[in-house]
């Protein structure tokens, strides 16, 4: 289907960067269209710039575009080498517990389930956590107390949000992590929890919606055994980034023919969640902003305006 191949692009092609044999990224040169911050941030991280034209390039530069207003410029992306020993030490250790993720629920198919997250950090922060991992939990305390990383598919907008203008580095230049994530078996986590593990040895990790989460939450006694730091995206956006995004409005589009052209974009399990936040908002038991905040995180701001605008023009002919 082709909703089902658009939806995940993403994730397939970087398999299959893994399983392909030579796709180790050549460490020539820097990319004449886009600059990095400083020369020397890939040899001070044991990291290599990836160039236009390469396959995790492509696919991560098409990811981080859809999410980004014009006033946002991406500098450079590099990805991990593994190089020095710490790094190293943490990329064998992440598939030592991948195997046992994987024995631990064998009963249940045993595939231990691996995504990719995004999440802020200090350009002062970098060599520590490539090296020896998160040294601290990472988040606002309203999921409990872990790292909490974005979904590869969320607007970028929202994880920059996360780096405020006061801790941005370098005139405006914002750094950004896309980690493998190890989830295993999630559980979900209510706003307000105080957890910080896994609430019984059934679970690995939590998230705040089983169908459709925004946030990955991994406990602080797994963050550095199932978290893999992979590609750092250096991205130049303004400082006053909060106040410039832009409210998404459709009040000329009901919502019933919104849903029924998300439906030619979206698996039928996703509009039948909208479905749900529809009717739960004709029942009063959630407001309208909360409404389209929840059909933006699942859609994305990208295909709402796409549709919004395509129904604009044919209502004008």
Not at 182 to 192: A, D, M, Q, R, W
Request: hydrophobic share 35%.
């Amino acid at each position: 289907m082709d909703y089902l191949r658009r939806r995940t692009e993403f994730e397939a092609n970087f398999d299959s960067l893994e399983q392909e044999e030579g796709s180790t990224i050549s460490e020539s040169g820097s990319c004449d269209s886009y600059s990095p911050p400083r020369p020397s941030l890939a040899d001070e991280h044991g990291l290599m710039e990836l160039l236009e034209g390469d396959k995790a390039y492509d696919l991560i530069y098409r990811n981080c575009k859809s999410g980004l207003h014009d006033q946002c410029q991406i500098l450079s992306i590099l990805r991990n080498g593994f190089r020095h020993v710490g790094s190293r030490a943490k990329l064998k250790t992440f598939q030592v517990f991948q195997e046992a993720v994987e024995l631990k629920h064998a009963g249940d198919g045993g595939a231990a389930k691996v995504k990719y997250g995004w999440c802020t950090v200090k350009r002062t922060e970098l060599k520590s956590i490539l090296e020896y991992g998160f040294s601290e939990p990472r988040n606002d305390g309203s999921y409990g107390r872990g790292l909490y990383l974005s979904p590869d598919n969320t607007s970028l907008l929202e994880c920059l949000k996360d780096c405020p203008a006061s801790e941005s580095e370098d005139d405006g230049i914002r750094f950004l992590l896309l980690s493998r994530v190890l989830l295993g078996k999630s559980e979900i986590v209510s706003k307000g929890s105080t957890q910080s593990c896994p609430s019984s040895q059934e679970f690995d990790s939590g998230v705040d919606d089983l169908a459709s989460p925004s946030k990955y939450i991994v406990w602080s006694t797994h963050m550095n055994t199932h978290v893999l730091p992979e590609f750092l995206v250096c991205i130049k956006a303004p400082l006053n980034l909060t106040r410039s995004v832009k409210r998404l409005r459709s009040p000329w589009m009901a919502f019933p023919v919104l849903i029924k052209a998300l439906s030619k974009f979206l698996p039928p399990s996703q509009i039948f969640i909208i479905q749900k936040h529809y009717k739960d908002q004709q029942n009063r038991r959630i407001s309208r902003s909360e409404l389209i905040q929840r059909v933006r995180s699942i859609t994305g701001d990208k295909l709402l305006a796409h549709i919004i605008k395509a129904f604009g023009n044919k209502v004008q002919q």
